[in-house]
């Protein structure tokens, strides 16, 4: 995949949250709807972010973002969001 974000922009791929088990390995079905998660990990960093006046991210980094930010793209069969860097809330460390 080559997607290279433009400006002050991240493409980031959704981290997917883990089932919920019991500690005996049963796995617990959600019946509510599941929500899209708020957490991803940078897969490429636009070049006006190292010019930025705001703090920046790196790729590999695990962020938490808005929950409506971002346009979702869909390249090579998977689901990438592409986000300004204003929109991500903090980094996972």
Do not use: H, W, Y
């Not at 088990?21 to 079905?29: C, E, F, N, Q, R």
């Not at 509510?32 to 940078?42: H, I, L, M, R, T």
């Not at 972010?49 to 790729?59: G, H, N």
């Not at 590999?60 to 808005?66: L, Q, R």
Request: proline fraction near 4%.
């Amino acid at each position: 995949m080559n997607l290279r974000p433009l400006n002050e922009r991240i493409a980031i791929k959704q981290i997917e949250p883990e089932e919920k088990k019991t500690d005996s390995g049963i796995v617990l079905p959600d019946t509510a709807k599941k929500e899209k998660p708020q957490q991803g990990e940078v897969i490429a960093v636009g070049k006006g972010c190292a010019d930025s006046e705001l703090e920046t991210v790196e790729v590999g980094d695990i962020v938490v973002f808005d929950k409506f930010a971002g346009t979702n793209v869909k390249i090579d069969d998977e689901e990438i969001i592409v986000l300004s860097l204003e929109d991500v809330l903090a980094v996972i460390e």
